[in-house]
């Protein structure tokens, strides 16, 4: 299979569009955003579907070492909000002032979309937080 690794938007008008509901039709946006994500895995963990121009909810995200796409994800549950300080790699600037929470339960799509809930702690809970604020046109 090629490996398609897609420009990055940096645009912060596009960026906030809120992303639509992802279908089987839009596993080929799946496969670019980790191809993409690998391309920039010394400086992310994590990317949604629009930084790369797709606004359906998708995110891919390094889950210890290998890849986790995640369709429609939506957080049920957070407990134990915290500050932080996020960067982002569409939006230059450093670091900004977040608030997170050291554990959420995601429900979400596998790559076959079968629905699965899944509980998340410490970073990455945080690295799915900042995804799905994406998805959601949710800027840090």
Same mark, same amino acid.
């Given at each position: 299979? $090629?490996?398609? !690794?897609? *420009?990055?938007?940096?645009?912060?008008?596009?960026?906030?569009?809120?992303?639509?509901?992802? $279908?089987?039709?839009? @596993?080929?946006?799946?496969?670019?955003?980790?191809? $993409?994500?690998?391309?920039?895995?010394? *400086?992310? !963990?994590?990317?949604?579907?629009?930084? @790369?121009?797709?606004? +359906?909810? &998708?995110?891919?995200?390094?889950? %210890? %070492?290998?890849?986790?796409?995640?369709?429609?994800?939506? @957080?049920? #549950?957070?407990?134990?909000?915290?500050?932080?300080?996020?960067?982002? =790699?569409?939006?230059?600037?450093?670091?900004?002032? +977040?608030?997170?929470?050291?554990?959420?339960? !995601?429900?979400?799509?596998?790559?076959?979309?079968?629905?699965?809930? #899944? +509980?998340?702690? %410490?970073?990455?809970?945080? @690295? &799915?937080?900042?995804?799905?604020?994406? $998805?959601?046109?949710? =800027?840090?």
């Amino acid at each position: 299979m $090629t490996k398609t !690794v897609r *420009e990055l938007i940096h645009d912060p008008i596009s960026l906030a569009i809120k992303s639509v509901d992802a $279908t089987p039709d839009d @596993i080929a946006t799946a496969h670019d955003l980790r191809d $993409t994500l690998a391309a920039h895995s010394d *400086e992310c !963990v994590g990317m949604a579907a629009n930084m @790369i121009g797709g606004h +359906v909810r &998708i995110i891919v995200f390094d889950d %210890g %070492g290998k890849y986790t796409v995640m369709y429609n994800p939506t @957080i049920i #549950r957070s407990d134990g909000a915290y500050r932080t300080s996020e960067s982002c =790699l569409s939006l230059p600037g450093g670091p900004r002032p +977040v608030k997170r929470y050291g554990t959420i339960r !995601v429900r979400y799509q596998t790559e076959d979309f079968k629905t699965r809930t #899944r +509980v998340c702690t %410490g970073f990455t809970a945080q @690295i &799915i937080q900042h995804e799905i604020d994406h $998805t959601n046109g949710i =800027l840090i």
